[in-house]
């Protein structure tokens, strides 16, 4: 199977996440640039670290370079950075989605978090703390929400992070993406995102592209020879944030009553990778037992 690994019983064998393989390699590449290791002189204490919202602009290099879907399409609106001192270390990146079939409360949208990355020379705990940090900052006055969150088995990613954030997972399942005729695939949403201009969508943070304009940009992208084919594997977690009223306690009953079993690569390094994003944390872990 690509990239060496095998799922088998919901355990994963022999597999390194994409994204830490990029920072490896990072690690080694960028001893030899102008500067040389020019990050062993920040500071990556806790003491040293803050989250802060960015723009797309200042989150894109990192997701170019570290991030397994190398692209960040123009309907994400909302972004963070994990910062030691002036300097950013990591990036999560936020996008409105419908949260469909059994898992969805009265209809409610959810954000995703769709994107996100660390640089090779972040600490292990940067991750989750990022993601906690980014979810307090962004969304803790918000109306009950769901924040959701897709790993690709294709990139070794059984979502380690998610649950040492204590998010909920709802299951795995195939996906379809377009092919294009340069070999790159996209998003099965690619359609909608290419009907509505980012200048009208930058107006207009809710529009959304009608059935009509997708059909046109699906049949504009078919005669250029983009293809929908079988996408990868990929595993659902889910948490909820905002205001915890009654809304917020009954979507937790929901997603208890859906949650599944965590997918494990084995069980020594599992443990050892949540140790890694869970120490010393007590400051970013904000969002409770609720889904415990």
């Avoid at 960028?30 to 020019?38: I, K, P, R, T, Y």
């Avoid at 989250?51 to 309907?75: C, S």
């Avoid at 690619?190 to 592209?209: I, M």
Wanted: glycine share 10%.
């Amino acid at each position: 199977m690509e990239r060496g690994f095998l799922f088998i019983k919901g355990v994963f064998r022999r597999m390194k996440a994409h994204q830490r393989i990029i920072r490896e390699q990072m690690a080694i590449e960028e001893q030899h640039n102008l500067f040389g290791a020019w990050w062993e002189d920040i500071d990556i204490s806790k003491k040293n670290v803050s989250i802060k919202q960015i723009t797309r602009q200042q989150a894109l290099p990192i997701i170019l370079k570290y991030e397994w879907l190398g692209t960040l399409p123009v309907n994400y609106s909302k972004f963070c950075g994990l910062y030691f001192g002036n300097t950013i270390a990591g990036v999560t990146c936020f996008v409105e989605v419908k949260f469909g079939g059994k898992f969805t409360l009265y209809n409610y949208p959810a954000i995703c978090l769709g994107r996100g990355a660390c640089v090779h020379w972040c600490p292990e705990w940067g991750g989750s703390y990022l993601i906690q940090g980014s979810l307090k900052l962004l969304f803790k006055n918000y109306e009950p929400t769901y924040i959701v969150a897709f790993t690709d088995w294709k990139a070794g990613e059984i979502g380690t992070l998610y649950q040492a954030c204590n998010w909920s997972y709802l299951g795995h399942k195939g996906t379809k993406e377009w092919l294009g005729p340069d070999g790159k695939r996209y998003d099965i949403n690619t359609p909608s995102v290419r009907a509505v201009s980012g200048f009208a969508r930058k107006n207009n943070k809710d529009l959304r592209a009608t059935k009509e304009q997708r059909q046109k940009q699906i049949n504009k992208m078919l005669k250029q020879g983009y293809k929908l084919v079988n996408g990868p594997t990929r595993g659902k977690y889910v948490t909820i944030v905002g205001k915890k009223n009654k809304t917020y306690r009954d979507m937790v009953k929901l997603i208890n009553k859906n949650k599944k079993e965590y997918p494990k690569r084995n069980a020594e390094q599992v443990s050892r990778e949540i140790r890694n994003t869970t120490s010393n944390e007590g400051e970013g872990q904000f969002f409770g037992s609720a889904q415990k």
